[in-house]
RNA sequence: GCCGGUGUGGCGGAAUGGCAGACGCGGCAGAUUCAAAAUCUGUUUUGGUUUCCAAGUGGGGGUUCAAGUCCCUUCACCGGCACCA
């Protein structure tokens, strides 16, 4: 029978407006069916764009929810906005249009690049984090962090970008340069709001053994919480007056006490300047130098010249080794941070690569407490099966034996305690520009930091003339007095509104609760809503936003639980991550480099079915892959050779049983696959069956049945059409998923390869349930097995079902 | 430096310890065509003395009847962290 040939431009836009006014995709309110919350990212709308890195992952997660409304769940797949953020910002300020507007056209040209793909989105939940209904919600929480004393504005050193004129929070330094813009980043003291995250530190660790996430994510989320377990110790001030001077130290090896042969202060510890004032340190004019040029080199200095290390002692300081009594010198050096531990370390030069490279270059003493290593030629850091030496009381011990009795000992004395530290620091949350989400507090002079009521949120971005950021740090949203002064909400006198606003990240650390009930005006979400609807199932995303986007969320979906809002500590099931899509060349794909391609130019020549096809076809999908176009046009030749299947249609609705093993076998490979995300796996099991289908020179209705059914989650709009053309009744989105049969997949006899000392020599046909014994028996026998073998004696015969007979002769 | 990951044809890549190279791209040959595109058929790891033999999964060693897969060692590339005491 003659067809029209296959026309994915006619009969693409067909299905997507046919599953629009179907309502198709939305999700159910009905809190009793079995739930599946899939979701991906929320891009953020800029100008350029979809690029076809989003696919990838939409594609996928797309598939599953597919998948999952045939086996029956009521599916949430959302998708929204992540529209605040400085390219938006930039791009209105060089054109002179309005951020809202800017965002609004960006959002109207990603919302028909992603319709243009088929997904099957529930687009009556969209979410615009700039939209004051939405950012209401997002201040509100910021209130409640305030309340529960997760909130607090201190005078911080930041990371201030040049470019932006703005800070940034350390996840948002990348290689000493600002992360979205690779601008230069020096330290400014300013007064910041930060959010306490290192109050969860601890049960954001804890939280990773209760998750479904893939192990480089948890990995890389430990690694940044950075926990190390040790103990605090004090050092007191040899001949002080002030008997409460101590220098107070973080170590995790408390066990190399006796090894302290010195100490270095960070040059911004608080008690070189209480020394200095007190006339304590004799050489004042070079640690006042010292520590001026510290300050002086910005982060990113400090740690390129990590190799070299400097220092300057502090004359006139001694301290005291609590544990052999003796005074050792105190000195500064900029290895030791003023912000890990206490600012302060004991050096043990013999069991620290860092002490000894610092004690080889001063000239300071070296001691071995622990045997195993050559300390005259490098630090022996081994704790493994290292042996205490030169330690008194201690000596003989493992280390770790040594560690709890030290530590025992320093607690009777009254000289320390076990510490817990964390690598993670508080997250800084001020920006100092216009297109973010205003900070709702309100600054009295009389009353100090102020919350605004709630019944007063949202606090909407006033209309501005300019908003430019200013050189001298301050947001442009200072400038708008009218907005700016205010009453204070405690004593009703004149105050000034806070003019930081939020970070980027605001906006998206709780957004995924929003989908779950978008329109409410009472509450983030109802509590009936996240109750049904939390965890997210199934969570897949960027690998760059390990330790920002998915690490704040969890920190705030986690607070939210604590104060009762949310109804599961973890937001997230299960998360996955997909591999970035290069360009031709191989390179990151980049403006820059010109090697960009452009969804829509794909779709236009190919249709959206062999994109989303090939999306899924080109690789391994946690890897990183280069684009091929011409790998693309196999897609759609495949899609052709499917669609051709209809001329060779017969009436039978059986599946015949030659094809059988074929097509079961195809339902069971893509079932499977499909959960592991191994989609190109998948889709060659569908070009097999399809090639296999070709070669039988006639289909069965029953056969072509089971293969749109089950491509349908990759290319639905050619099942659709399909599955509507030859009237298999009703839409194929919402069919049940095909079973297959396993007694299909297996036929009597098999070939089964012969080896003779491991080498295949021949092959030879057998039942398919033949035993070990039987093949003993049976085997040596057969007419080719005796030829191969030629007489030969057996010396041993391994037979493995259905695979092979290894002969070792 | 530390922690992950990856190394397989010309290319993207398959392969619960059991017949290496599935599937696709590209190439080559043929069919169709006035011709081209598209499509279809065949072929395509390498080297040979070509119905057959040998070699072959970054390199070297090992375990095993059998290793791309497990163990040891080494090299290269990619990603993350990096003076965190």
Same mark, same amino acid.
């Given at each position: 029978m003659r067809i029209n040939p296959y026309a994915p431009n006619e009969i693409e836009p067909k299905w997507q407006r046919f599953w629009a006014e179907q309502r198709a995709f939305c999700a159910k309110s009905y809190f009793s069916r079995p739930k599946f919350f899939g979701l991906i990212e929320f891009p953020y709308p800029s100008g350029s764009g979809l690029h076809v890195g989003h696919p990838r992952s939409n594609t996928a997660i797309d598939i599953i929810a597919r998948k999952r409304r045939m086996e029956g769940y009521n599916v949430l797949f959302p998708m929204g906005w992540d529209a605040f953020g400085l390219p938006t910002e930039n791009y209105a300020i060089k054109n002179k249009i309005h951020p809202r507007i800017v965002t609004q056209q960006n959002v109207d040209h990603f919302r028909t690049q992603l319709q243009r793909l088929g997904f099957?989105?529930?687009?009556?939940r969209e979410v615009d984090t700039t939209d004051p209904a939405y950012y209401k919600w997002t201040q509100w929480i910021f209130l409640k962090l305030h309340a529960h004393g997760l909130a607090y504005k201190a005078e911080m050193p930041v990371n201030w970008c040049v470019s932006c004129k703005c800070g940034l929070a350390n996840e948002e330094v990348v290689d000493g340069v600002?992360?979205?813009?690779?601008g230069e980043v020096v330290r400014r003291v300013r007064n910041q709001w930060m959010l306490r995250i290192t109050e969860y530190a601890q049960k954001l660790l804890d939280g990773l053994d209760d998750v479904d996430f893939i192990e480089k994510v948890k990995t890389q989320q430990r690694n940044w919480i950075g926990r190390s377990e040790g103990a605090e110790v004090d050092f007191a001030i040899e001949?002080?007056? $002030?008997?409460?001077d101590v220098i107070r130290v973080f170590t995790t090896r408390p066990d190399t006490l006796f090894g302290a042969t010195y100490m270095v202060l960070s040059p911004e510890h608080p008690l070189v300047d209480a020394l200095i004032a007190r006339g304590t340190v004799t050489n004042a004019q070079a640690v006042a130098e010292y520590r001026a040029a510290a300050a002086r080199k910005s982060d990113f200095e400090r740690t390129e010249l990590a190799k070299d290390k400097s220092g300057v002692p502090l004359e006139g300081v001694c301290a005291i080794n609590p544990a052999t009594g003796k005074p050792i010198p105190v000195w500064i050096s900029d290895y030791v941070l003023v912000t890990y531990g206490t600012g302060a370390i004991m050096a043990v030069p013999g069991h620290d690569t860092r002490d000894w490279e610092f004690a080889s270059k001063f000239g300071l003493p070296i001691v071995e407490v622990v045997a195993g290593g050559n300390v005259t030629e490098g630090a022996y850091t081994d704790v493994a099966d290292g042996v205490l030496v030169n330690s008194g009381f201690i000596n003989g011990l493992r280390v770790a034996e040594a560690k709890q009795k030290i530590t025992d000992w320093l607690i009777e004395k009254g000289l320390g305690e076990r510490k817990v530290n964390y690598k993670l620091r508080d997250w800084v949350f001020s920006r100092q520009r216009y297109w973010g989400e205003p900070i709702p507090m309100v600054e009295c002079p009389c009353c100090g930091f102020v919350p605004v009521p709630e019944d007063q949120l949202p606090i909407t971005l006033p209309e501005v003339e300019r908003y430019e950021p200013t050189d001298s740090g301050e947001s442009p949203l200072a400038a708008i007095t009218d907005w700016v002064n205010t009453i204070c909400p405690k004593c009703n006198g004149p105050a000034k509104r806070e003019t930081d606003t939020m970070p980027q990240w605001a906006g998206s650390s709780w957004y995924f609760m929003r989908? +779950?009930?978008?329109?409410? !005006? $009472? !509450?983030? +979400?109802?509590k009936e809503a996240l109750a049904y609807w939390l965890p997210v199932d199934w969570y897949n995303g960027g690998m760059e936003h390990t330790t920002l986007h998915l690490l704040y969320s969890r920190f705030w979906h986690r607070f939210l639980y604590d104060i009762g809002v949310v109804p599961t500590p973890e937001p997230y099931q299960k998360r996955t991550s997909h591999g970035m899509i290069l360009g031709e060349n191989s390179e990151k794909m980049s403006k820059s480099r010109g090697n960009v391609i452009n969804p829509d130019d794909i779709v236009d020549v190919m249709g959206a079915d062999a994109f989303r096809l090939y999306e899924m076809f080109m690789g391994a999908f946690d890897q990183a892959i280069p684009w091929s176009t011409k790998g693309a046009h196999g897609c759609r030749r495949f899609l052709d050779r499917v669609w051709r299947l209809q001329e060779i249609l017969t009436d039978s609705e059986e599946i015949s049983p030659a094809l059988a093993a074929s097509v079961h076998g195809a339902i069971k490979k893509v079932t499977e696959d499909y959960e592991r995300m191994k989609f190109n796996t998948a889709i060659a099991a569908m070009m097999s069956l399809v090639n296999d289908l070709t070669a039988a020179g006639s289909v069965t209705r029953g056969e072509l049945r089971a293969l749109l059914l089950i491509l349908s989650p990759v290319a639905p709009h050619i099942a659709e059409e399909m599955w509507e053309a030859n009237s298999f009744g009703g839409t194929i989105y919402a069919q049940p998923w095909p079973a297959w049969d396993e007694a299909a997949l297996h036929a009597d006899t098999v070939e089964i390869a012969v080896q003779i000392n491991g080498k295949v020599r021949g092959r030879i046909d057998v039942p398919a349930d033949m035993t070990p014994e039987q093949a003993a028996e049976q085997l040596p026998s057969h007419e080719k097995v005796a030829e191969l073998l030629a007489g030969r004696p057996i010396r041993k015969l391994v037979f493995v079902q259905g695979r092979l007979l290894n002969i070792v002769i």
């Open positions: 099957s989105f529930d687009w009556s600002c992360e979205r813009c690779n001949s002080s007056e $002030d008997t409460s989908y +779950a009930d978008p329109h409410n !005006a $009472d !509450a983030l +979400a109802s």
